[in-house]
T-cell receptor, first 113, second 114 residues
């Protein structure tokens, strides 16, 4: 079993819909959680990061962590065609500066105009 | 504009050949990283360097080598010992306040076997 599981998709939703992207993990030591967005043939860009449990909001994006269920989510409100990309989750244990990140495989998202 | 430049965008390797992928950053970041991305797998860390003239192996360092002679440069050599080199290679950098984890990525080099 992989430490981080992420549905590869593809996921297609109409423009304006709320998108929910999710990752599950098995390592209870994970404390730091990140979401990266990767456009086709480009490098990932860091979207959001959260520590421990709870929600964090940034514009149309909300990151949510449920440590009891070992489940993290990224919500995109009012989705736009420019949101079409692959979304990668990544996580690390408590020693953030000295532990490698463990990445999910990515979910490919398409927003249909 | 500050950023990370990877070159070339596409690279082909012949049997028994070593190839070098370039990574240059003008962000003045101390830490740099090399990742490999394969379909159906998460990014895997090859090597990382937190300071000039020092670097550490990641999870899949076998068949790869790096150098860090300058702060802005972190080239990756894929040697002939790497039997399955076909992948998308990503270079990243970060500042120490970001916990030495990859913060900014370049746009990658796609390596294929001839």
């Amino acid at each position: 079993q992989k430490e981080v599981e992420q549905d590869p998709g593809p996921l297609s939703v109409p423009e304006g819909a709320i998108v929910s992207l999710n990752c599950t993990y098995s390592n209870s030591a994970f404390q730091y959680f990140m979401w990266y967005r990767q456009y086709s043939r480009k490098g990932p860009e860091l979207l959001m990061y959260t520590y421990s449990s709870g929600n964090k909001e940034d514009g149309r994006f909300t990151a949510q962590v449920d440590k009891s269920s070992k489940y993290i989510s990224l919500f995109i409100r009012d989705s736009q065609p420019s949101d079409s990309a692959t979304y990668l989750c990544a996580m690390s244990g408590p020693n953030f500066g000295n532990e490698k990140l463990t990445f999910g495989t990515g979910t490919r998202l398409t927003i249909i105009p | 504009d500050g950023g990370i430049t990877q070159s070339p965008k596409y690279l082909f390797r012949k049997e028994g050949q070593n190839v070098t992928l370039s990574c240059e950053q003008n962000l003045n970041h101390d830490a740099m990283y090399w990742y490999r991305q394969d379909p159906g797998q998460g990014l895997r860390l090859i090597y990382y360097s937190q300071i000039v003239n020092d670097f550490q192996k990641g999870d899949i360092a076998e068949g790869y080598s790096v150098s860090r002679e300058k702060k802005e440069s972190f080239p990756l050599t894929v040697t002939s010992a790497q039997k399955n080199p076909t992948a998308f290679y990503l270079c990243a950098s970060s500042v120490p306040t970001w916990g030495n984890q990859p913060q900014h990525f370049g746009d990658g080099t796609r390596l294929s076997i001839l």
